[in-house]
């Protein structure tokens, strides 16, 4: 019953964030055969397309599954039965009950997080912590962001990436929070679910323009220096732990405190062996 419900209640926000898109279809992330892994479809009327480029730009093998370079994207979709969330716990909003104790309130100033970055972007932080009055999609054209009264131009192209990217972002950490008892680990314990996701990724030297930097290195599992340094941010704070970037030229570097001591991450790599000898200022 309990897997039954996390299904749809991500069903229903994935249909939520993809409201407003001029095309007729709508991405979907069905679990076909009861595995517990989900593949991703982009469906009309009702069927999946298959063997082509959807509308939005993105590939789709001859089932209809979600590819990137051929391999098909999956996330796991029910929470493992010896994981003890606390009984008033939302799968759709895994941080909802940590948004004070862990600094994880919007804002309109900008100051977001524990390190003043949010979890990926305003929308990511805005679903893990069901934070709904500040999940904004800008659709294409011309419109004013309600959270900051600024005016924007949105092309087409960006807004379906913009939607893709945040459906995707927020699947994998509801999958990846629901799959562990984060509320009552120590902060090493929790430290080290970050390292084990970094570790899990392939540092690559390659151009990085338009791309999304937590979208790379958590779905695609590749990236930069930076692009390391911003998600491990990203998942400190998802995770209540403080951490900084630091970084000259062409690299950049991070450090996440566990119980009040630095310890140093670069590229894919997060050294929990020994704390840094490096003077790091947490903010």
């Given amino acids: 019953m309990k897997k039954k419900f996390i299904k749809i209640t991500l069903a229903a926000a994935l249909s939520l964030a993809m409201a407003g898109t001029s095309f007729a279809g709508e991405w979907q992330w069905l679990d076909s055969n009861s595995d517990g892994i989900s593949e991703c479809y982009y469906m009309e009327n009702g069927s999946p397309l298959t063997n082509t480029t959807t509308p939005d730009g993105y590939q789709v093998n001859e089932a209809g599954a979600w590819i990137v370079n051929g391999v098909i994207q999956t996330q796991n979709v029910a929470i493992s039965n010896n994981v003890n969330h606390s009984a008033n716990y939302d799968p759709a909003h895994p941080l909802a009950g940590k948004i004070d104790e862990w600094n994880l309130r919007i804002t309109n100033t900008g100051l977001i997080g524990a390190n ?102 958590l779905i695609n599992k590749r990236g930069v220096c930076g692009e390391y340094a911003m998600t491990a941010i990203s998942l400190a704070n998802a995770l209540g732990l403080k951490a900084a970037i630091s970084g000259t030229g062409n690299h950049a570097v991070y450090y996440i405190q566990v119980n009040g001591v630095a310890y140093f991450g670069q590229n894919n790599v997060l050294n929990l062996n020994a704390p840094t000898p490096d003077n790091v200022y947490f903010q």
């Fill in 116 to 217: 003043s970055i949010s979890i990926c972007n305003d929308n990511i932080q805005a679903l893990l912590t069901g934070q709904m009055d500040k999940y904004f999609i800008p659709p294409a054209g011309y419109s004013i962001n309600p959270n900051t009264g600024d005016q924007m131009y949105i092309s087409q192209e960006d807004y379906d990436k913009n939607v893709h990217n945040t459906q995707a972002l927020y699947q994998w950490f509801c999958n990846w929070l629901n799959g562990m008892d984060f509320e009552n680990m120590t902060e090493m314990e929790r430290a080290r679910e970050i390292q084990k996701v970094l570790g899990q990724g392939q540092y690559v030297l390659e151009n990085t323009s338009n791309r999304n930097a937590y979208y790379s290195v």
